[in-house]
């Protein structure tokens, strides 16, 4: 009987440990995340990403209402049962075309945050809104997670994607995940060097901004987000979208919280 609750324990002992050592991470624009959201909207945000361990939130308004709709958001999320804290960029230097701010919101059970987040330095000026990192340790190990908005599809992003076949080489010592709304499928030949670099899509396909209106059941219209992780770093336990719309009747209400759904992550570090 000893032995029998022995093995049990040291069973959900190994299960525990290994599911704690799993991180699970939400990126989500938020559309002019600032003082266009209201109150019901920013809390319907908060339930519907509490359940991952890391938010990175893209396209934070630049001016005053984007630093006190994170924190209004944060206090959301601390009162549901988790202790949350978050970190906001400075705006983005080099934009000629839109500055703004990310992000970052995460459970302090599951992650430290190692030193300041920063944008990006030495490329700051080749990239539009240029990448917003943030180093964190975990019962799995350390990770960085890179942030970061393209400009758009018709302003060609891949002009400023290209940059970043030099990052992992910048900073060779950090696993660096890189999230976010690329304006481009990663099926665009941009991507081939950090792919030959071992970095991988969570997605293939998967479309993640909405349209106007829906076609039928079709609500989704391209393929501009996604993460990139190194697959000889990391395992890929999951990831998928949130299809946050289907909670409203019709688009038109769906698109006051964002024109893009959340898209997530699970992984454990090797």
Request: hydrophobic content about 35%.
């Amino acid at each position: 009987m000893k032995k029998r609750i022995f093995l049990i324990t040291i069973t959900l002992l190994i299960f525990y440990v290994y599911a704690n050592a799993q991180i699970s991470i939400c990126c989500w624009n938020l559309e002019n995340f600032g003082k266009s959201k209201s109150d019901e909207v920013i809390a319907f945000i908060a339930n519907t990403i509490k359940g991952f361990d890391v938010i990175c939130i893209l396209e934070v308004v630049a001016g005053d209402g984007g630093a006190p709709a994170v924190a209004k958001l944060t206090d959301l999320l601390n009162r549901k049962g988790a202790l949350w804290e978050y970190t906001i960029s400075d705006p983005t230097v080099s934009s000629s075309y839109k500055t703004e701010r990310y992000a970052y919101i995460w459970k302090t059970s599951k992650v430290k945050k190692k030193g300041n987040a920063w944008l990006e330095k030495k490329y700051n000026l080749l990239i539009d809104r240029e990448p917003y990192f943030i180093d964190f340790d975990s019962n799995g190990g350390p990770f960085t997670l890179v942030a970061f908005h393209a400009i758009t599809k018709s302003k060609q992003p891949e002009t400023e994607i290209k940059y970043f076949r030099f990052l992992p080489l910048e900073y060779p010592r950090k696993n660096l995940i890189f999230a976010g709304d690329y304006n481009c499928p990663q099926s665009h030949t941009v991507f081939n060097p950090l792919k030959k670099m071992g970095y991988k899509p969570i997605f293939k396909g998967q479309r993640t901004s909405l349209k106007q209106e829906c076609t039928t059941s079709d609500c989704l219209a391209s393929e501009f987000d996604n993460i990139f992780y190194d697959s000889a770093k990391i395992n890929c336990i999951q990831s998928g979208i949130i299809p946050f719309y289907e909670s409203f009747p019709n688009l038109k209400e769906a698109r006051k919280v964002s024109d893009h759904v959340p898209i997530y992550f699970k992984f454990s570090l090797k």
